[in-house]
């Protein structure tokens, strides 16, 4: 029974890299490295999709991560606050 192989991403970017760049063919990059073209293009194709977050400005970034935690405290507060009626008026207070 064959066991799955595992990439780094190191290993994976610098593949990616490769593919880019443009100067080896799908063909030689899979026998150079070992990995099949199929895993090769998907590699590239991620790399070429995440390249536009690479540049985004450093405010936009954080702006989305401060919205994200604000959601999540929110609806953390409204379930506590839900708790809370609950347990008052199980106590009967």
Not at 69 to 83: N, P, Q, R, S, W
């Amino acid at each position: 029974m064959n066991t799955r192989r595992r990439f780094s991403a190191d290993f994976k970017a610098k593949v990616a890299l490769e593919a880019l760049s443009g100067a080896l063919t799908m063909a030689e990059l899979s026998s150079k490295h070992g990995v099949h073209p199929n895993m090769i293009s998907q590699w590239k194709r991620r790399a070429q999709e995440s390249l536009p977050e690479l540049f985004a400005k450093k405010a936009d970034r954080t702006e989305a991560a401060k919205d994200a935690e604000l959601k999540e405290l929110h609806a953390k507060i409204g379930k506590l606050t839900v708790e809370n009626d609950f347990l008052s008026k199980a106590f009967g207070r």
